[in-house]
T-cell receptor, first 115, second 118 residues
Framework: DVKVTQSSRYLVKRTGEKVFLECVQD?????MFWYRQDPGLGLRLIYF???????EKGDIPEGYSVSREKKERFSLILESASTNQTSMYLC??????????????FGPGTRLTVL | AQKVTQAQTEISVVEKEDVTLDCVYE???????LFWYKQPPSGELVFLIR??????QNEISGRYSWNFQKSTSSFNFTITASQVVDSAVYFC???????????????FGTGTRLKVLA
């Protein structure tokens, strides 16, 4: 079974702190994604990575950066956390599927609260 | 613009009732893919189905069925004889190829929360 794990289920941080959210998948997937989920807004794509060290902005990248130094790990970084970044963060991975978009496998999510 | 609309925010049904979750999409692509995911209370989204734009046949999997109608840009999901375990948030999603890398990404709808009451 594909396993996508996220470093924390719940996280509380202070405004201005640098925050790292880690995601690890164990199925050698090429593509990895970070979303945030907010009530009434569904899932919105922050960043995705299609290979090691390769990344692309999603729909709402402002205030975030990402890092993918190893294939299995994709990190989301909040350089200076703000209260409007309080949200549920979901990581997903998928095989490359250049011709056909395959299904994504999701982690359990990290609920981040910024005070 | 690419867009997915799930107009039903929340639906409540009594166990054993049938329920249909609506999904309407907008796309400029001639080839595209549609998905449904389930998010149970535990939070982890689970893949249910993928359908490509060339296959308009309805699909049935146990109590679940999907109706894809290109003419109305809809991909609706029906649960027959609903059960309490079907209570979850259901998301519809549309594929979109990145212009920069060609990687497929997804546009999700806002989700429909289904509550099945015993």
């Amino acid at each position: 079974d594909v396993k996508v794990t996220q470093s924390s289920r719940y996280l509380v941080k202070r405004t201005g702190e640098k925050v790292f959210l880690e995601c690890v998948q164990d199925m050698d997937h090429e593509n990895m994604f970070w979303y945030r989920q907010d009530p009434g807004l569904g899932l919105r794509l922050i960043y995705f990575s299609y290979d090691v060290k390769m990344k692309e902005k999603g729909d709402i990248p402002e205030g975030y950066s990402v890092s993918r130094e190893k294939k299995e790990r994709f990190s989301l970084i909040l350089e200076s956390a703000s209260t409007n970044q309080t949200s549920m963060y979901l990581c997903a991975s998928r095989t490359s599927g250049r011709a056909i978009p395959n299904e994504q496998f999701f982690g359990p999510g990290t609920r981040l609260t910024v005070l | 613009a690419q867009k997915v609309t799930q107009a039903q925010t929340e639906i409540s049904v009594v166990e054993k009732e049938d329920v249909t979750l609506d999904c309407v999409y907008e796309t400029r692509d001639t080839t595209y893919y549609l998905f449904w995911y389930k998010q149970p209370p535990s939070g982890e989204l689970v893949f249910l189905i993928r359908r490509n734009s060339f296959d308009e046949q309805n699909e049935i999997s146990g109590r679940y069925s999907w109706n894809f109608q290109k003419s109305t840009s809809s991909f609706n999901f029906t649960i027959t004889a609903s059960q309490v375990v079907d209570s979850a948030v259901y998301f519809c999603a549309l594929s979109e190829a990145s212009e920069a890398s060609g990687t497929y990404k997804y546009i999700f709808g806002t989700g429909t929360r289904l509550k099945v009451l015993a």
